[in-house]
T-cell receptor
Framework: AAGVIQSPRHLIKEKRETATLKCYPI?????VYWYQQGPGQDPQFLIS???????DKGSIPDRFSAQQFSDYHSELNMSSLELGDSALYFC?????????????FGPGTRLTVL | AQSVTQLGSHVSVSEGALVLLRCNYS??????LFWYVQYPNQGLQLLLK??????LVKGINGFEAEFKKSETSFHLTKPSAHMSDAAEYFC????????????FGKGITLSVRP
């Protein structure tokens, strides 16, 4: 079965650089979520999109922005990177009319800021 | 706001012994509850979920959890631990609204001794 695809899987950046993380949801899933998991931490919700519109926002820094495109893939743009941005970034997808259905997680992008 | 509390950060059991990982939730309305497992350097995999149907939920790899409203608990159990169960386990809660974010507990590291 198709899964959530994230690219790149690993990314190394310098401080103050920018990074773009991509997420391709499972086919026919129209909702995408982004989570950040710092070292030894639990995943923290950043932002979500439904039908290309932002549906919820969590603890996402102003330096970060995200969007969902017409093909439902999503991109997380991160600017002025800081050392503290080093983390595992997960994307998850789900279908809208899902009731209590689960969110399906991708393998994550590991971002290292030097 | 919804939250989950996972008592203890590390649990160690012998192979073949009972696994019990505790999770208590806080929610003003009946929530949806999930257990996810994360193996080293991998993404989050759903073990099982509670979505207001049966209170005893069976998941993958022999795990099960029981929703107890009176105790606001959703503890994860497995009768006999296997070496391959060693991983990080996260309890998560979300509201019943569509596209609701997941709120994770701090996670519990399960070690299995030979």
């Amino acid at each position: 079965a198709a899964g959530v695809i994230q690219s790149p899987r690993h990314l190394i950046k310098e401080k103050r650089e920018t990074a773009t993380l991509k997420c391709y949801p499972i086919p026919r899933h129209d909702t995408v979520y982004w989570y950040q998991q710092g070292p030894g931490q639990d995943p923290q919700f950043l932002i979500s999109f439904y039908e290309k519109m932002q549906s919820d926002k969590g603890s996402i820094p102003d330096r970060f922005s995200a969007q969902q495109f017409s093909d439902y893939h999503s991109e997380l743009n991160m600017s002025s990177l800081e050392l503290g941005d080093s983390a595992l970034y997960f994307c998850a997808s789900s279908p809208f009319f899902a009731g209590g259905n689960e969110q399906f997680f991708g393998p994550g992008t590991r971002l290292t800021v030097l | 706001a919804q939250s989950v509390t996972q008592l203890g950060s590390h649990v160690s059991v012998s192979e073949g012994a009972l696994v019990l990982l505790r999770c208590n939730y806080s929610s003003s309305v009946p929530p949806y509850l999930f257990w996810y497992v994360q193996y080293p350097n991998q993404g989050l995999q759903l073990l099982l979920k509670y979505t207001s149907a049966a209170t005893l939920v069976k998941g993958i790899n022999g795990f099960e959890a029981e929703f107890k409203k009176s105790e606001t608990s959703f503890h994860l159990t497995k009768p006999s631990a296997h070496m391959s169960d060693a991983a990080e386990y996260f309890c998560a809660v979300r509201s019943t609204g569509a596209n609701s974010k997941l709120t994770f507990g701090k996670g519990i590291t399960l070690s299995v001794r030979p």
